[in-house]
């Protein structure tokens, strides 16, 4: 019987997580497919418990639901109860259990272009969702300095005593760190600023940027962000969210179907659908 994979979201017209999985599923030619369902907040329950009578074999939450769907499961993974968000759930014999394959996700797509991942002070730039997965993940695999600048310093600081992993971090203001970008190797722009339709914002400028300096943005519309841009006009190595996207969805598939996808496939079929040119 075909397994059922699917993606609870509010909203979920545009995710790109059908394609890309439905196409590897046919790829590698296991009878399943994999399915988006709009979840109003209020019925999220519903949806799981439904999921669960059916037999679903596993699925991905997002936006608004990966907190809410927490207590909803079975059990869940160490690093997902600590980041206090799930993005995968995988059905094992019968039990939803729940993993964050995001900021494990980053990692993984980073370490595609840049060696010793581990040796690089690093800078994040925000503190929301998104940011305390990748601090969290990155901290989890041994990083030992990690600053965060954020708008607002005291939910920086929040999340720093909140790691629960050893790593020496101190948090800023967006204005304090014009200036002191010289000292990481490393930079990761977390928030939102300066995706579509906003594309002529950027969270701070790149002036005083070390040259040897990684930058990463996990925007993919645009493919370059501006804070990218000048970036890679100063000098640096850049990397758009679209590695992050790919890798998330390669590390749940490989839960779902014990197979680590061919991920350049993937980032192929994502930029397609984005409008730009293959790899
Ligand atoms: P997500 O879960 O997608 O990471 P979020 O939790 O809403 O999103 O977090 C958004 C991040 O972008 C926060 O760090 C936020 O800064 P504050 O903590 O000060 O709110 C940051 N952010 C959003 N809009 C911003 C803006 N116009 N200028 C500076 N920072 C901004």
Request: neutral net charge; proline residues 4%; charged residues 20%.
């Amino acid at each position: 019987m075909k397994k059922l994979l699917a993606v609870l979201g509010d909203p979920i017209e545009h995710s790109l997580s059908p394609i890309m999985h439905n196409d590897l599923l046919a790829h590698y030619m296991i009878d399943a497919h994999y399915h988006p369902f709009k979840v109003k907040k209020e019925d999220l329950p519903m949806a799981v418990k439904g999921l669960k009578a059916i037999g679903a074999s596993g699925f991905n939450v997002t936006i608004p639901h990966k907190t809410a769907i927490m207590p909803l499961l079975d059990r869940i993974d160490e690093l997902a109860l600590k980041i206090g968000a799930v993005n995968t759930v995988v059905n094992e014999d019968g039990q939803f259990v729940g993993y964050n394959t995001d900021g494990p996700g980053f990692i993984r797509g980073l370490e595609q272009v840049i060696d010793s991942v581990e040796n690089r002070k690093v800078l994040i730039i925000g503190a929301g969702g998104a940011a305390r997965a990748i601090y969290f993940s990155l901290a989890q695999k041994g990083l030992k300095n990690i600053d965060i600048a954020n708008r607002t310093v005291s939910k920086a600081q929040e999340l720093i005593r909140e790691c629960p992993y050893l790593v020496s971090s101190k948090a800023i203001s967006l204005e304090e760190f014009k200036g002191h970008l010289m000292s990481y190797n490393l930079i990761i722009q977390t928030t939102q600023i300066g995706m579509y339709p906003r594309t002529n914002e950027q969270p701070l400028s790149l002036e005083s940027l070390n040259k040897d300096a990684f930058v990463c943005d996990i925007i993919y519309n645009p493919f370059e962000s501006q804070f990218l841009r000048e970036a890679r006009l100063n000098g640096c190595g850049t990397q758009n969210g679209i590695e992050m996207f790919v890798f998330q969805g390669a590390l749940a598939f490989e839960k779902w179907t014990g197979k680590f996808p061919d991920t350049h496939r993937m980032k192929n079929i994502v930029m397609e659908q984005l409008g730009g040119t293959k790899c």
